[in-house]
């Protein structure tokens, strides 16, 4: 149980980490993706207000526009972009390429991107690593259209992406080393705390068999004396009860201390289905209950046998005592998928209140009542599912119509 809270632990607090970091990072390569892409949107202004050219016009500081967070842009920055220019007349014929500034695209390349542009019939838009803007010239008797290129700023981006993502790596990293450290420490109270209440109930549950037994002794010794009673029967019933809750307990306790084995081994599950299911027929008869079983033939299972039995007994004992007069229990078990599958389904006066998985919650009552007729199904099912876990497999409950409970075990 240690192991598995420390586990929890880890779990939680590196999944709080992780969202922490992504959220870091992410807000990183977002707000340099955005402010990359403002400088680029205000060398584009620049040149385009200036047809291409760099500007001469900025003022006596030199500058034309600043962004959010990145430099401002002025004379030295406008002259060090990397763009082309070209120029059409009023009937879209190429009259004029500038491509001074960039070394990496000939007059005839340029002459392509502006075909391409201008057949894609939009002011701006992306092109092979260049952003480019449409727009009329100065006289109004042409179109100008200018490619910037922005390839480096793009490797920035993803360099700039490569490095968080490696940086993020070794922070979590660090951060799950750090977490393994201190999750001993972190639920060393919560540990101790829950070390005390199992030494508790093995206590009381080793305390309690000794009277269990000499009233169980006496009931007998009284019985041969004056014969059974109502009084008797009913003494010997509720030992039997609180000899059998007493059991659970203890059995709960070794496994959330984790000394149990499970000395797994090879057997028919079906046989076992079968072999358990028969004392439950007088039980349920008693009460005018129907049981109804699909037990496929020859399903086998690696587990611990007596876990097993254990198991089943808990679901049938549960359907049993759960089901009113004259209702229906079925049993089902079947190979699906390589997972061995137990399905136990009764009908009853009516469903308990609260969610289905509240009915594994240990002492659990159906009412608010907390009667023993509409009783509570927690103890018994809290074992059923300790011993599924311990199996790796996994136990639901669900509500389904008619008033009808099914509990399904997946090994």
């Not at 359907?319 to 079925?330: C, L, M, P």
């Not at 009853?348 to 998985?357: I, N, Q, T």
């Not at 608010?368 to 790796?392: D, M, N, P, W």
């Amino acid at each position: 149980m240690i192991r598995t809270l420390q586990k929890k632990f880890i779990t939680t607090a590196m999944l709080a980490i992780s969202i922490l970091l992504l959220v870091l990072l992410g807000a990183i390569n977002i707000g340099y993706y955005l402010v990359s892409g403002q400088q680029e949107n205000v060398l584009l202004d620049m040149l385009e207000k200036n047809e291409g050219m760099p500007p001469h016009d900025m003022g006596p500081q030199g500058k034309e526009k600043g962004t959010l967070f990145g430099p401002p842009m002025n004379e030295d920055t406008a002259m060090s972009a990397r763009f082309f220019t070209v120029y059409m007349d009023s009937d879209g014929e190429i009259v004029r390429t500038d491509v001074s500034r960039i070394s990496s695209v000939t007059e005839d390349e340029a002459r392509e991107y502006a075909k391409e542009a201008a057949s894609e019939n939009k002011d701006s838009g992306r092109m092979n690593g260049f952003r480019y803007r449409i727009s009329q010239t100065r006289d109004g008797q042409g179109t100008v259209l200018l490619f910037l290129d922005t390839s480096i700023q793009r490797r920035n981006f993803l360099l700039v992406l490569a490095l968080s993502i490696f940086i993020g790596i070794i922070c979590w990293g660090l951060m799950l080393l750090l977490v393994i450290l201190l999750s001993k420490k972190a639920i060393l109270p919560i540990a101790a705390n829950m070390e005390k209440q199992k030494q508790f109930v093995t206590n009381a549950g080793h305390e309690i068999k000794t009277p269990l037994a000499i009233i169980m002794a006496n009931t007998d010794a009284m019985e041969l004396h004056q014969g059974e009673s109502k009084w008797s029967r009913n003494i010997r019933n509720q030992t039997i009860r609180l000899n059998g809750l007493m059991q659970n307990l203890l059995t709960l306790s070794r496994m959330d201390e984790e000394v149990l084995r499970l000395h797994a081994s090879e057997f028919s599950m079906s046989q076992l289905a079968e072999e358990t299911l028969h004392p439950f027929y007088e039980s349920a008869a008693l009460k005018q209950i129907e049981i109804r079983k699909e037990i496929q033939p020859d399903v086998m299972v690696r587990a611990n046998k007596e876990h097993f039995t254990q198991l089943v007994s808990v679901l049938l004992d549960n359907a049993v005592k759960y089901t009113n007069e004259g209702g229906e229990i079925a049993v089902c078990l079947e190979k699906a998928e390589k997972r061995v599958v137990l399905r136990v389904k009764n009908t009853c006066e009516k469903l308990p209140e609260g969610e289905p998985e509240k009915l594994f919650d240990r002492f659990y009552r159906g009412d608010s009542a907390r009667t023993q007729k509409s009783g509570g199904y927690g103890i018994g099912l809290s074992v059923a599912q300790a011993i599924v876990e311990v199996h790796k497999g996994t136990i639901t409950a669900e509500y389904e119509d008619g008033n009808r409970i099914a509990f399904t075990v997946r090994i």
